[in-house]
């Protein structure tokens, strides 16, 4: 099977998103009721959906067979947009999309505002019905090891 990547030309990996599909809207609510109106708008809070990011990434690094107890990583740094209008509109049981891209390598470097050990940048999009970008989120990580060695230094 071809991955995404490998059938991008050099320079188009970075438009190769991964889709990982979440529902975990239904469960957010305090007043979970398994039987509730699904087409009652609920008030998540502005940053529920964003708060997905985190499983996305792991679903991603799980079908990339990336190993996590033997190289854990953090985050060291993000950027979170939501469209709250959009929010606002959001109703139990919608179904989010989260679009991954391919990492793109952050070096190391030294100086104001540069880390000291490589990182990898994880561009994400969460979309609600009708592929409206419900969020926009950039995540820097690094693997702790990398960290750990760069404080040692």
Known sequence: MTTCKEAMKPGQHDY??????????????????????????????????????????????????????????????????VDRRLLQKLKSNDRLHLLVAVPRAVPAGKGLGKKGFPQQLHRCFGLSAGNRILFRAEAVMAPLKAILQDAEA
């Open 16 to 81: 190769c998103y991964h889709q990982i599909h979440i529902d975990a809207t239904r469960n957010a609510t305090d007043d979970f009721n398994p039987f509730h109106d699904q087409n009652k708008v609920e008030q998540f809070p502005a940053m529920f959906p964003a708060a997905l990011l985190s499983c996305a990434l792991l679903e991603k690094a799980k079908q990339d067979n990336y190993d996590f107890e033997s190289n854990p990583v953090v985050y060291t740094s993000h950027h979170i947009s």
